[in-house]
């Protein structure tokens, strides 16, 4: 079954603790990508990778951090310089070759809850 | 950068009415743009894209056109059924720029049976 996997469903953060969400895909996509969402808001990019060890900041990068050291995997971590990181996060992936290469696909999402 | 504005932010639709979301996009060199469908608590789905070298295209009761010289696109739902209530998103993208998406703020469609 193939597709883009996220963990967890739902995360709880304390004050001044990082967090790290969760992302796989087995579509043997190049470029992956993650997005916040608020509510009643659209996505908004925090970071993307083309391709493994490179990556690079989207347009709301502070806060976060990224390593993408595999193919499959992309994880993201909320540092405690995120002072508002109660959100809905989603992972996308996206091949780079043949005639669909501009299509990404989404994940089920992570909803991050600060305590 | 690149800008997305999407309206209505709510639409209300009678079963079987159409339904029409307008999107604007500032940056001309953008040269895809996809919409989405994205269901309470999950992750958005591809429902139909467009490439900028062509005007229309269409699958069964979705149509997507798209303007370049205005710079608009808009997304085109007939015969609506009560399960294509969901917020759905706009998107423009430029290849060369890593693919990155910009979301319009999205339209909640309700379809009253």
């Known amino acids: 079954d193939g597709g883009i996997t996220q963990s967890p469903k739902y995360l709880f953060r304390k004050e001044g603790q990082n967090v790290t969400l969760s992302c796989e895909q087995n579509?043997?996509?190049?470029?992956m990508y993650w997005y916040r969402q608020d509510p009643g808001q659209g996505l908004r990019l925090i970071y993307y990778?083309?391709?493994?060890?490179?990556?690079q900041k989207g347009d709301i990068a502070e806060g976060y951090s990224v390593s993408r050291e595999k193919k499959e995997s992309f994880p993201l971590t909320v540092t405690s310089a995120q002072k508002n990181p109660t959100a809905f996060y989603l992972c996308?992936?996206?091949?780079?070759?043949?005639?669909?290469?501009?299509?990404?696909?989404f994940g089920p999402g992570t909803r991050l809850l600060v305590l | 950068g690149e800008n997305v504005e999407q309206h209505p932010s709510t639409l209300s639709v009678q079963e079987g009415d159409s339904a029409v979301i307008k999107c604007t996009y500032s940056?001309?060199?953008?040269?895809?743009f996809p919409w989405y469908k994205q269901e309470l608590g999950k992750g958005p789905q591809l429902i139909i894209d467009?490439?900028?070298?062509?005007g229309e295209k269409k699958d069964q009761r979705i149509a997507v056109t798209l303007n370049k010289t205005a710079k608009h696109f808009s997304l085109h739902i007939t015969e609506t059924q009560p399960e294509d209530s969901a917020v759905y998103f706009c998107a423009a993208s430029l290849l060369n720029q890593g693919g990155k998406l910009i979301f319009g703020q999205g339209t909640e469609l309700s379809v009253k049976p």
């Open positions: 579509l043997n996509h190049d470029a």
């Open positions: 467009i490439r900028s070298n062509v």
């Open positions: 996308a992936s996206r091949g780079t070759g043949g005639p669909y290469q501009e299509t990404q696909y």
């Open positions: 990778s083309q391709i493994v060890n490179d990556f």
């Open positions: 940056d001309s060199a953008s040269n895809y």
